[in-house]
């Protein structure tokens, strides 16, 4: 029972004032509990049932029911996040307040109603607001709540229960550098042309490298995320670059921008199922050709390729790249027998992975042996690789995941798949991060303007984002230097601890190497909710 809710305030809502358009109405939170339970509204509200759409019907009962399980220090964790400000902002437009403490009235309300034991719910808000009277316009309601879906509020948990006993950010470490500040040598950038005769490829590639250059350490392929370019991630290369690496930056003709300005124009498709295949390819040709360049006399990286040991680092649609490269089974048998089960389309990520259905074979294997470890950041992997193919991930891996990311949704992209990955592996979380956040602010376009919806927009970017890009460089240079004799040297970056201690008020960092049991409880009952979804629709 709500009313039951312990350390409630004194003085809390007892009815609530709804509006739509012209219409008000009164009502008690007894009748918001009864239309909870039974689906029904009363007989006075039919002059508002009348003006709603089904889909707006459907919406208001199941924002009632919802039960998310969120505990009280993950809500104020997030609640202090950039993103969960912003959630905040944004759920306070709903309400009309005669004063300026509607924020802090509904902070106080959803950190409460985080207390209850059956679980947070929007009538435990309700209940907990510390009004009397609570004046709701829907019409704004449903542009906010259409944007809070529960696999937002399970990410939170689940990014809350991987590191629940961290020590404090003023923990002591003795860190050897400051691995997010650039070394000292002098980057430069190199550009190739590269042509594969075979497979009639242009494949631009950018290669940055320093006097600090040396075989010692393994040559860095960077593979971009679909509709973008190389040099998505062009911080990221130069920090690397000034510590000694050799980057290679390629651009994938058949998915990159130039690819997409011309599907939007009708003048091609925007992804061909074929290029799941073509990207680990080009991947393994520029080895190739890096192998040759680094016999080739007179030139800046003669004898400073190390193309016997790669480290693919990839972004997005990349990192189901990088996952390939390293041994992931491409299954597009499996991603045809999900489909037929009806599976809902819930993110871009997901809807350009249903594409590899239409190749012609069960499984692909594009593994290239020379590849001895990557980094994923922000993944696609919930339908490519089926419910095997990421068993057969042959390297170290580490796998990023981004807390408000809507383009590849971390539960779903990221964090189910890491369980099924070998170790060694990493999990990085970045809560409040995005999808867009750990791009080279360069190539991120203004998102001044653009529309907030349940799959796009929000985008946390450019100085914003700025924190992440600072751990993402210290953590990424980590990684590789675990292939370098200095490998100890680096190996703090790579604890909960540094995690903990690089973290902000507005992005608090998590790394584990596995998923501890409590957290793995929420990833089963995401599963659990997606077979019942299932066995209703089919």
């Not at 002059?47 to 089904?54: C, G, I, V």
């Not at 050709?289 to 800046?300: S, W």
């Not at 008020?505 to 790394?511: I, T």
């Not at 998923?515 to 209703?536: C, F, G, Q």
Request: net charge neutral; glycine share 6%.
């Amino acid at each position: 029972m709500i009313g039951q809710l312990k350390t409630k305030p004194l003085q809390t809502v007892e009815t609530v004032v709804v509006r739509y358009g012209l219409f008000a109405e009164s009502i008690s939170i007894a009748e918001l509990e009864k239309i909870a339970q039974t689906g029904i509204f009363p007989h006075r509200f039919k002059s508002y049932t009348n003006q709603l759409s089904e889909s707006q019907r459907d919406l208001i009962l199941g924002a009632l029911k919802a039960k998310i399980p969120i505990n009280v220090a993950t809500m104020r964790n997030l609640l202090n996040t950039q993103i969960g400000t912003t959630i905040l902002e944004k759920l306070t437009t709903v309400i009309h307040q005669q004063d300026d403490g509607g924020t802090q009235a509904l902070r106080e309300s959803l950190i409460l109603s985080a207390r209850e034991p059956k679980g947070f719910s929007l009538l435990c808000v309700i209940a907990a607001y510390r009004n009397k009277d609570l004046d709701i316009d829907l019409s704004q309601a449903f542009k906010v709540f259409k944007n809070l879906n529960t696999a937002f509020w399970q990410t939170q948990q689940f990014m809350s229960a991987i590191a629940p006993q961290l020590a404090s950010r003023e923990t002591q470490l003795s860190l050897p550098m400051d691995a997010t500040q650039p070394s000292e040598g002098k980057v430069e950038e190199l550009i190739l042309n590269l042509f594969d005769r075979k497979r009639n490829r242009n494949l631009p590639v950018d290669i940055y490298y320093s006097n600090a250059a040396s075989s010692e350490k393994p040559v860095i392929v960077f593979t971009h995320g679909l509709g973008s370019k190389r040099t998505e991630l062009r911080y990221l290369a130069s920090h690397l670059a000034s510590y000694g690496f050799v980057v290679a930056a390629v651009e994938h003709p058949g998915s990159n921008e130039a690819n997409s300005s011309a599907a939007i124009e009708g003048k091609t498709r925007l992804l061909e199922p074929q290029e799941f295949l073509q990207r680990p390819q080009d991947i393994s040709f520029v080895i190739d050709e890096l192998e040759k360049l680094n016999k080739t006399l007179d030139n800046p990286l003669e004898g400073k390729l190390a193309t016997n040991k790669v480290m693919v680092v990839g972004y997005s649609f990349g990192g189901g790249t990088a996952l390939l490269t390293a041994g992931a089974r491409l299954q597009p048998q499996s991603i045809k027998r999900r489909c037929k089960e009806n599976l809902a389309s819930l993110s871009f990520g997901e809807g350009i992975q249903r594409v590899a259905q239409e190749l012609p074979e069960k499984s692909y294997q594009l593994r290239d042996k020379r590849v001895k470890s990557i980094v994923a950041l922000n993944p696609t992997s919930s339908l490519m690789f089926g419910e095997t193919g990421l068993e057969s991930v042959e390297v170290p891996t580490l796998v990023l995941a981004s807390s408000a990311d809507k383009t590849t949704p971390a539960l779903t992209e990221q964090i189910i798949g890491f369980r099924k990955i070998p170790s060694p592996k990493l999990l990085v979380g970045v809560i409040g991060a995005t999808h867009l956040s750990v791009k080279d602010p360069s190539v991120t376009i203004n998102q001044e303007g653009k529309l907030n919806t349940p799959l796009t927009g929000g985008e946390v970017i450019g100085s914003q984002a700025a924190d992440i890009r600072k751990f993402v460089k210290a953590i990424v240079l980590a990684f590789a230097a675990q292939m370098t004799p200095e490998a100890s040297k680096y190996e703090v970056f790579l604890t909960p601890d540094y995690a903990q201690y690089a973290s902000t008020e507005e992005f608090p960092f998590r790394l584990v190497r596995e998923i501890p049991a409590e957290a793995a409880t929420v990833i089963e009952e995401i599963k659990r909710n997606e077979s019942e979804h299932l066995s209703v629709i089919t």
